[in-house]
């Protein structure tokens, strides 16, 4: 008796037939799903675009590498950034400085003079000029009737190292009445000694140049989902948890947050003793990260995060040493928990223009008796 095999596909026809049918809907989803996916991005990108474009209108790039300060402003240039939260233009000077006023006019000459010194925050990223808070100071302080000459030397990133090197080489030029150096928590890590003073690592272009560049997806859709999700102000500060930033922020200190604030005191130390020996009066002004504010405004409890952490070191430090510290924390959080509106802008952390302007306020509220009244 002979028994003859079957074919499989006889037997099991549905079953192959079923597996087919399931492979087929897979792919054709598939395709439908990634052509949304493209179809949304094009949307977003011609309606909404999200990535931030930067333009060189005049000059190759903002910036230089320099063998000293491991960067700086590339005389007369000129850029315009275009992004989601806001349309900027920067005019670099021919001292390499976003300053438009004129310091050796011979009005300036005998104004009361004060050299500005930071990073993005005192450079103004991403507000125009006239209402970044180092020209709105300037603005009340001679509406008070003061005869003063602000000096802007406000570079993005700078850290606390570079802008006392920077201070040695401006003192002799600008020859100020004041120095203000302006400290933010995220100045610690990147910092270092005079003697081992780094680059922070920004990238080259082929030209020589250095680009301020941001960290961002090439999908517009996917800066857009970032966006929606750090609008929130929970979101964003879970989110600014799972980055090393906390550290900064956390109780007991680490050793190696407690060897970086051993560092920036000598930093605050070593500018202070510049600027009083060149007869100049030495102050510091301390402005938060966009998580603390969020986190002191909202009340928020988060294990053993402390806002205030680096403030309260330092400010001890300072006072100590009769150092004047003018911290800015408090009104920032006070004044959202108050009001809601944003004070920074939540894709890169800068301040807005309100922002600006109370810092601005703050600031001169702080120092106005101290400087004009001793």
Same mark, same amino acid.
């Given at each position: 008796?002979?028994?003859?095999?079957?074919?499989?596909?006889?037997?099991?026809?549905?079953?192959?037939?079923?597996?087919?049918?399931?492979?087929?809907?897979?792919?054709?989803?598939?395709?439908?799903?990634?052509?949304?996916?493209?179809?949304?991005?094009?949307?977003?990108?011609?309606?909404?675009?999200?990535?931030?474009?930067?333009?060189?209108?005049?000059?190759?790039?903002?910036?230089?590498?320099?063998?000293?300060?491991?960067?700086?402003?590339?005389?007369?240039?000129?850029?315009?950034?275009?992004?989601?939260?806001?349309?900027?233009?920067?005019?670099?000077?021919?001292?390499?400085?976003?300053?438009?006023?004129?310091?050796?006019?011979?009005?300036?000459?005998?104004?009361?003079?004060?050299?500005?010194?930071?990073?993005?925050?005192?450079?103004?990223?991403?507000?125009?000029?006239?209402?970044?808070?180092?020209?709105?100071?300037?603005?009340?302080?001679?509406?008070?009737?003061?005869?003063?000459?602000?000096?802007?030397?406000?570079?993005?990133?700078?850290?606390?190292?570079?802008?006392?090197?920077?201070?040695?080489?401006?003192?002799?030029?600008?020859?100020?009445?004041?120095?203000?150096?302006?400290?933010?928590?995220?100045?610690?890590?990147?910092?270092?000694?005079?003697?081992?003073? &780094?680059?922070?690592?920004?990238?080259?272009?082929?030209?020589?140049? #250095?680009?301020? *560049? %941001? /960290? @961002? $997806?090439?999908?517009?859709?996917?800066?857009?989902?970032?966006?929606?999700?750090?609008?929130?102000?929970?979101?964003?500060?879970?989110?600014?948890?799972?980055?090393?930033?906390?550290?900064?922020?956390?109780?007991?200190?680490?050793? &190696?947050?407690?060897?970086?604030?051993?560092?920036?005191?000598?930093? #605050?130390?070593? *500018? %202070? /003793? @510049? $600027?009083?020996?060149?007869?100049?009066?030495?102050?510091?002004?301390?402005?938060?990260?966009?998580?603390?504010?969020?986190?002191?405004?909202?009340?928020?409890?988060?294990?053993?995060?402390?806002?205030?952490?680096?403030?309260?070191?330092?400010?001890?430090?300072?006072?100590?040493?009769?150092?004047?510290? #003018?911290?800015?924390?408090?009104?920032?959080?006070?004044?959202?928990?108050?009001?809601?509106?944003?004070?920074?802008?939540?894709?890169?952390?800068?301040?807005?223009?309100?922002?600006?302007?109370?810092?601005?306020?703050?600031?001169?509220?702080?120092?106005?008796?101290?400087?004009?009244?001793?």
């Amino acid at each position: 008796m002979v028994v003859r095999q079957i074919p499989e596909a006889i037997l099991f026809p549905l079953q192959r037939g079923t597996g087919i049918q399931t492979i087929r809907s897979f792919l054709i989803s598939l395709t439908i799903g990634v052509a949304l996916l493209l179809c949304l991005e094009m949307a977003i990108r011609l309606l909404w675009p999200q990535l931030i474009v930067t333009t060189q209108v005049s000059g190759s790039s903002l910036g230089l590498r320099d063998d000293v300060l491991g960067h700086r402003y590339r005389p007369n240039a000129y850029a315009t950034d275009v992004g989601p939260e806001y349309e900027v233009e920067y005019k670099i000077n021919e001292d390499g400085m976003r300053d438009e006023s004129d310091h050796f006019s011979a009005d300036s000459a005998s104004a009361t003079r004060i050299l500005l010194l930071g990073d993005s925050f005192t450079f103004g990223q991403g507000v125009n000029y006239e209402h970044i808070w180092p020209v709105i100071l300037e603005q009340r302080l001679r509406a008070k009737g003061h005869h003063v000459d602000v000096v802007k030397a406000g570079v993005q990133g700078y850290s606390t190292w570079q802008q006392v090197l920077l201070l040695e080489q401006l003192l002799p030029k600008y020859n100020p009445d004041f120095v203000f150096l302006v400290f933010l928590p995220n100045d610690l890590f990147p910092s270092a000694p005079i003697g081992q003073a &780094r680059t922070r690592g920004e990238s080259a272009q082929s030209n020589g140049g #250095i680009s301020f *560049a %941001r /960290s @961002h $997806s090439r999908f517009h859709s996917v800066e857009l989902f970032k966006r929606i999700l750090i609008s929130s102000d929970y979101l964003y500060t879970r989110l600014y948890l799972l980055r090393p930033w906390p550290e900064y922020f956390t109780r007991p200190e680490s050793p &190696r947050l407690q060897s970086k604030i051993e560092e920036a005191k000598e930093l #605050i130390l070593k *500018a %202070r /003793s @510049h $600027s009083e020996s060149c007869g100049a009066t030495f102050l510091v002004l301390s402005i938060p990260q966009q998580f603390q504010v969020l986190v002191k405004a909202n009340d928020y409890e988060i294990g053993n995060i402390d806002v205030d952490l680096i403030d309260d070191r330092l400010s001890e430090f300072a006072r100590d040493r009769q150092i004047t510290w #003018i911290q800015t924390l408090d009104l920032l959080a006070t004044v959202y928990r108050s009001e809601g509106e944003s004070l920074f802008f939540r894709s890169d952390g800068h301040l807005t223009e309100k922002g600006n302007l109370l810092v601005a306020d703050h600031f001169l509220k702080e120092f106005n008796q101290r400087l004009f009244q001793n």
